[in-house]
């Protein structure tokens, strides 16, 4: 397995531009949109495909059941 880095610095605005190592690995263009898969305490990007950001958006107005503090206190050993 061959790992390779690439960095990128963020702007006061907390943009970045993505490496072009990463970019034509992913085969990223632009207006295209990216994934970050949290796991733990690594991050995996990815290109995100339609469906994720369309599934992603229609579900965002309705999982307000746990939005509170207390239900973050209360549910937060789950």
């Known amino acids: 397995m061959m790992i390779s880095t ?3 610095k963020l702007t006061s605005k907390y ?3 993505v490496p072009e190592p990463v970019r ?3 085969h990223l263009g632009a207006g295209d949109t990216i994934a970050f898969d949290i796991e733990d305490s690594n991050v995996h990007i990815r290109k ?3 469906v994720d950001t369309v599934f992603a958006q229609s579900l965002q107005g ?3 059941e746990w939005a ?3 239900d973050e206190e ?3 050993e789950l």
Do not use: G, I, K, M
């Open 6 to 8: 690439s960095v990128s």
């Open 15 to 17: 943009q970045t531009t």
């Open 24 to 26: 034509n690995l992913l």
């Open 48 to 50: 995100a495909r339609s």
């Open 62 to 64: 309705t999982l307000t």
């Open 68 to 70: 509170s503090a207390e």
């Open 74 to 76: 209360a549910y937060s």
